[in-house]
């Protein structure tokens, strides 16, 4: 003979079986995935997936109109299909070690449906536009639909991340110049002859100087484009010979780029015949 009434649990039970279903669920939401950082439901499959996500194209760029991503998902019907359709959601991660949070884009969270009968269906999403650095990823929702509108199944993936930079410059001093003077003068011209290599451009730096340790006033290029030379003009005390000179270029750290020794040279002053000048670091040019 069996009591009727509710069935009990002591608290503990119910308390590790909610635990234990709320953990479940996390693991299993590639929404949750992406926030903690994780991607669980990325890619193809490796054996004849219904369904794919991938990241057609991401392009990247100086200006933010250069910058974008096209995301492509596939999917293929299954037995009493009669449409299929695909949903994309765009996430975005600003910091490498953060997480990615849902973010609004124009066209995203929108149902494309395929034809109806069709035995494989194919949809894109693009968005341009965007912020950097950065990485985006989508993340995808696939429905199939019978009869009358009955879902027959669904699923959700994780295309792989377009990660969104921003060109940096590289500078480097290529050499440094001066004109010596006659004994009867006090003071010489040095040109500072920067150059840089990098793929971005180089906003406002200072560039030092000094001779024999005295700091001369710095100067200022307010930019300098990829690939591109420009010569920074000191006036100061004459290089007299077995005395150094010392040119850094953005001794305050304005310019985010590449280390890069070449930043800072180190020369030997030359001797009144005009000899070439020693570096004190490896590949250091001479004056002239």
């Known amino acids: 003979m069996f009591n009727s009434g509710v069935l009990t649990f002591p608290r503990q039970c119910v308390a590790t079986v909610v635990a234990s279903l709320a953990a479940a669920l996390s693991v299993a939401s590639p929404a949750a995935a992406l926030a903690r950082g994780e991607v669980v439901y990325a890619g193809q499959r490796a054996s004849g997936p219904l369904d794919s996500a991938t990241v057609q194209a991401c392009t990247t760029g100086t200006d933010p109109t250069q910058r974008s991503v096209t995301f492509s998902a596939a999917m293929q019907a299954v037995p009493g299909t009669i449409t299929m359709s695909v949903s994309f959601n765009l996430y975005e991660r ?3 070690s953060g997480g990615y949070a849902a973010v609004n884009a ?4 929108v149902w494309q449906t395929s034809n109806r009968g069709t035995a494989s269906f194919t949809a894109n999403d693009n968005v341009v536009n965007l912020p950097a650095p950065a990485s985006f990823r989508a993340l995808v929702h696939y429905r199939w639909t019978g009869r009358r509108g ?6 959700d ?3 792989a991340a377009c990660v969104e930079t921003v060109p940096e410059p590289d500078l480097s001093i290529v050499r440094i110049t001066h004109a010596p003077g006659t004994p009867a003068k006090t003071s010489e011209s040095y040109g500072v002859v920067i150059r840089n290599s990098g793929p971005g451009a180089a906003g406002a730096f200072e560039v030092a100087f000094s001779i024999a340790g005295a700091p001369l006033a710095d100067q200022q290029v307010l930019a300098l484009a990829p690939a591109t030379t420009t010569t920074v003009q000191f006036s100061g005390p004459r290089c007299t010979p077995g005395s150094t000179i010392t040119a850094q270029i953005d001794p305050a ?3 985010v780029e590449p280390a890069n020794p070449s930043r800072t ?3 030997t002053c030359p001797s009144p015949t005009g000899a070439a000048a020693s570096g004190a670091a490896a590949g250091t040019p001479a004056t002239s």
């Open 94 to 96: 600003t910091s490498p």
């Open 106 to 109: 124009p066209a995203f969270g």
């Open 265 to 267: 040279v180190t020369l």
């Open 157 to 159: 993936r994780v295309t």
């Open 150 to 155: 009955r879902f027959i199944r669904h699923d």
């Open 253 to 255: 750290g304005a310019i």
